[in-house]
């Protein structure tokens, strides 16, 4: 027996051991999700449980060094526990802006005082993060943003607005671009800060969707101080430490078209539209589901592919681009089959049937997918440019 098959033997052992029973049906939405956070409520005992015994193995990020709260695997050994999690249908334990894009970024540029102070609350839940990006006037032209951070000595002080902050209202901390050099060239005098969103000065406003539900907000910096220590990297050098968070949050968005929560399409339609002869009845909606599940297996190898290659450090730097765009479109295409697969039962907006139309508003949630995380128009732009090479791009 190798080391790896004697990892995978204890790892199975010790998840069918530990992971509750509740812990491995999929979450209904992603308010069935575990998020963490200082206000945040579990919603039974199992997804505490789950979550204290994953975060004391450094499970909730296995492939980060132990000193940061993480388990110290291998890209070897963090691919099996995946595969494991993943036959026993255990949920995440813990689902994190945090863990996907700030860490990453940490890990990179960060001091070793912002590392021992951030990543271990990350991988333990404790504080839950958003995102300060886009900006009213700086949305696929994000280098233009005009949120300030003015020098005051021992710290900057923030004012601006930000917008699309996904779960402002729910985070804890941010982590925000802000200019501090009104007048080097925009992508140079750009810098990375973290700041509690409890600082004075700081408000948010949620915005209501076409679905009904409002996951993001817009959120203003009023003479915000935050200290100088919060400054990530080198100052007005944010934009490098903002273009490797995004990668990370284009592989996060990509991440979608491997599967949404809830049942397989498959099933969905059996259950609504019936089965004839051991197939499904409608041929033409079975021929779309298959395409689908081929396309979708092949955006998952392509996904292990990448992770494995970025580990080599041998990914393009763009590719992320490429999963951020194929990702968003699969995943839209599962929502259009989900609502041609209910029919008219799929319109029902406010019964608990439906479950207060969780199908419609799921389907119109995913219409930001092209949007959000970069626009899908940029990301053919940038695969063009630096993947393809075309001419002119």
Request: aromatic content about 10%.
């Amino acid at each position: 027996m190798t080391d790896l098959e004697a990892f995978r033997n204890e790892t199975r052992a010790w998840l069918v051991a530990n992971c509750p029973a509740d812990m491995r049906t999929p979450p209904e939405d992603d308010e069935d999700r575990c998020w963490g956070g200082r206000n945040w409520t579990f919603k039974n005992e199992a997804q505490k449980v789950w979550l204290e015994r994953m975060a004391a193995r450094g499970w909730t990020v296995p492939d980060w060094p132990k000193e940061y709260g993480g388990g110290g695997l291998t890209k070897d050994e963090t691919k099996i526990l995946r595969q494991e999690m993943a036959a026993l249908k255990c949920r995440s334990p813990l689902d994190s802006f945090g863990i996907w894009m700030l860490g990453p970024a940490l890990l990179k540029y960060g001091d070793e005082e912002q590392k021992k102070e951030h990543l271990p609350k990350i991988a333990r839940g404790e504080i839950r993060w958003c995102q300060g990006y886009s900006e009213p006037g700086a949305g696929s032209d994000l280098a233009s943003l005009a949120t300030r951070a003015e020098d005051k000595g021992d710290h900057f002080l923030v004012n601006g607005q930000k917008v699309w902050t996904s779960y402002a209202n729910y985070a804890d901390w941010i982590f925000c671009l802000v200019r501090t050099d009104a007048n080097a060239k925009k992508h140079e005098g750009i810098s990375f800060l973290l700041f509690d969103m409890a600082s004075p000065g700081v408000t948010t406003r949620p915005i209501l969707l076409i679905s009904g539900k409002s996951p993001f907000c817009e959120t203003f910096f009023s003479d915000v101080k935050v200290p100088k220590e919060n400054l990530v990297g080198v100052r007005n050098k944010g934009w490098d430490v903002a273009k490797y968070l995004l990668t990370h949050e284009r592989d996060m968005i990509g991440g979608m078209g491997l599967g949404g929560v809830g049942r397989p399409l498959g099933q969905i339609a059996a259950d609504s539209i019936g089965v004839e002869n051991g197939a499904l009845a409608d041929p033409l909606l079975r021929a779309d589901i298959a395409d689908f599940d081929v396309d979708a297996w092949a955006f998952q190898f392509a996904m292990e592919r990448a992770g494995d290659l970025a580990k080599a450090k041998q990914a393009h730097p763009a590719f992320s681009s490429f999963l951020k765009y194929y990702g968003t479109e699969l995943n839209k295409r599962r929502h259009e089959l989900i609502m041609s697969s209910l029919g008219a039962d799929g319109l029902e907006w406010e019964s608990a049937r439906s479950t207060e139309g969780e199908a419609p508003r799921a389907w119109l949630r995913t219409k930001a997918n092209s949007i959000e995380g970069g626009t899908s128009e940029v990301q053919l732009n940038i695969i063009s440019k630096r993947i393809l090479d075309l001419p002119g791009a």
